[in-house]
């Protein structure tokens, strides 16, 4: 993605931005990250997972991620989709259009 500034322009990988996305949804209490001893295979299966594409120059992002049990789905998407937003835009200067969440499953 690239952003045209004053003094020139600024080019960002996509996997930047997904980084970006993945790191502000696992700020969220109640996205389960797995745990550094857990084998690698549990690792990339249980993270969340983004992706984010252009449109008409604003960002879409889609994310997947897992819950903890016990928490209040509604909310805690609601706040990964604001602090995906606040992150990206604050860090990029790229507007963020539409976040994306999809759950596939709770984690006990």
Do not use: C, Y
């Not at 001893?37 to 997972?49: A, F, T, V």
């Not at 606040?86 to 006990?108: H, W």
């Amino acid at each position: 993605m690239a952003n045209n500034f004053r003094n020139g322009q600024v080019r960002i990988a996509n996997e930047i931005l997904d980084q970006l996305a993945i790191r502000a949804s696992e700020e969220i209490n109640g996205v389960h990250t797995p745990q550094a001893n857990d084998n690698k295979l549990n690792i990339s299966q249980n993270g969340p997972k983004s992706t984010v594409s252009q449109v008409d120059g604003k960002l879409h992002v889609n994310l997947i991620v897992n819950l903890d049990k016990n928490v209040n789905v509604k909310k805690t998407v609601k706040d990964i989709q604001e602090n995906v937003v606040r992150v990206i835009e604050s860090m990029t200067g790229l507007r963020v259009s539409r976040v994306n969440v999809d759950v596939p499953k709770l984690v006990f």
